[in-house]
């Protein structure tokens, strides 16, 4: 911990100032402390009110700073300032970037995309969720998401099946998980990326919070993935933030008669880059599809080395995704046998089992 760094928990505890006053401020007077140090004519004429500067200045801020810091150092929770290097730097140049952010873990170097949906989500989202983010980390692609329930979780969820990072972020303290369920996940996230909030711990999950921390997802990201959302949905925020930033929006086209693909169409409708397959985001920012194959080379078996079962299985799976009974009747495989292929075929790294049961192909 930085000897200065109870100043920034004070200018960041501080409610009813803006962060861009509060980095304007630091930038000018050239750290915390002096802002501390400031002149009343300086930091009313900055934006601060009389109550504002009132409070800044108060005991009860002091105490909430000292306990801050306490807390996190009993915890193992870093406090990042934006001056900080492990601080994301795609996140410093949005329009009101947090002054401070509390991290598990260690956030990743690469570049991210932000992959976001509906919580209540159907099947295919889930799996196109999962299958996106384990496509895009086998491009070095770190994914960053909500950890809610429905895409958010499918999409963590794939980027660490393919053994890749991914970052979650909180609208809560790091010690108020939510949703409770994902308590494993988190862990899991936190051991090769991190899960970070600009909500001070104990802070409890609230409405007003998913707002402000959805522009922080899309923050960190070159582009957010819509993959499956209603019209009034959460995740057109976080889009609607990324476009604000300036980044990429991307979404995934749905069911026209899918509530749930509503916010996704409409999107596409008003100018998205429509996605079908990773491809598509990786060739929109310009990444292309070369480190994309040279990831995949390694596990890429040739048609002739499979049998003619191995190559019939595929070419089903290339068509859909399907439960093993699904495969045993399109193959007219028995089950028994249908087993041992599926396994060789998993062995061999060309298909694994989804979220919801079904088999697909890992592309």
């Known amino acids: 911990m930085t000897k200065d760094l109870e100043y920034w928990l004070r200018l960041s505890c501080l409610e009813g100032v803006?962060?861009?006053?509060?980095?304007?401020?630091?930038?000018?007077?050239?750290?915390?402390?002096?802002?501390?140090?400031?002149?009343?004519?300086?930091?009313?004429?900055?934006?601060?009110?009389?109550?504002?500067?009132?409070?800044?200045?108060?005991?009860?801020?002091?105490?909430?700073?000292?306990?801050?810091?306490?807390?996190?150092?009993?915890?193992?929770?870093?406090?990042?300032?934006i001056i900080d290097e492990e601080y994301p730097e795609m996140l410093k140049y949005i329009p009101d970037p947090p002054i401070l952010v509390y991290v598990l873990g260690t956030i990743p170097k690469t570049n991210c995309i932000a992959i976001v949906g509906s919580r209540?989500?159907?099947?295919?989202?889930?799996?196109?969720?999962?299958?996106?983010?384990?496509?895009?980390?086998?491009?070095?692609?770190?994914?960053?998401?909500?950890?809610?329930?429905?895409?958010?979780?499918?999409?963590?969820?794939?980027?660490?099946?393919?053994?890749?990072?991914t970052v979650a972020v909180l609208g809560s303290g790091l010690d108020?998980?939510?949703?409770?369920?994902?308590?494993?996940?988190?862990?899991?996230?936190?051991?090769?990326?991190?899960?970070?909030?600009?909500?001070?711990?104990?802070?409890?999950?609230?409405?007003?919070?998913?707002?402000?921390?959805?522009?922080?997802?899309?923050?960190?990201?070159?582009?957010?993935?819509?993959?499956?959302?209603?019209?009034?949905?959460?995740?057109?925020?976080?889009?609607?933030?990324?476009?604000?930033q300036g980044r990429e929006v991307f979404a995934i086209p749905g069911n026209i008669n899918c509530i749930n693909s509503a916010g996704t169409n409409k999107l596409i409708k008003d100018g998205a880059k429509m996605v079908t397959d990773v491809e598509d985001v990786l060739e929109e920012l310009n990444f292309g599809i070369a480190p994309l194959e040279k990831k995949r080379k390694s596990r890429r078996i040739k048609n002739n080395q499979l049998s003619q079962k191995e190559r019939k299985i595929i070419s089903i799976l290339k068509i859909e995704d399907l439960y093993d009974e699904e495969l045993s009747d399109r193959a007219s495989i028995k089950l028994t046998e249908l087993f041992e292929i599926l396994l060789d075929l998993e062995l061999k790294g060309?298909?694994?089992?989804?979220i919801n049961g079904k088999f697909m192909l890992i592309t």
């Open 176 to 244: 108020v998980i939510y949703p409770p369920e994902n308590k494993d996940l988190m862990k899991r996230i936190t051991k090769s990326g991190a899960v970070i909030s600009e909500y001070p711990p104990g802070t409890p999950p609230s409405t007003k919070n998913f707002p402000c921390r959805n522009r922080i997802i899309s923050g960190m990201s070159l582009g957010t993935l819509v993959v499956e959302a209603g019209i009034k949905s959460g995740s057109l925020i976080t889009a609607g933030c990324a476009l604000e």
């Open 350 to 354: 060309l298909i694994k089992r989804s």
């Open 18 to 81: 803006k962060n861009t006053i509060k980095i304007d401020l630091i930038t000018a007077l050239g750290d915390a402390i002096k802002v501390y140090g400031a002149s009343k004519e300086i930091l009313i004429r900055a934006g601060f009110s009389k109550e504002n500067y009132n409070t800044y200045y108060s005991e009860n801020l002091k105490m909430e700073a000292k306990g801050i810091i306490d807390r996190c150092s009993k915890e193992k929770i870093k406090i990042l300032r």
């Open 120 to 165: 209540k989500a159907s099947g295919y989202g889930t799996e196109t969720a999962s299958k996106m983010a384990f496509n895009l980390v086998c491009s070095d692609i770190t994914i960053v998401s909500g950890m809610a329930r429905g895409i958010d979780t499918a999409a963590h969820n794939g980027a660490l099946e393919a053994g890749g990072k």
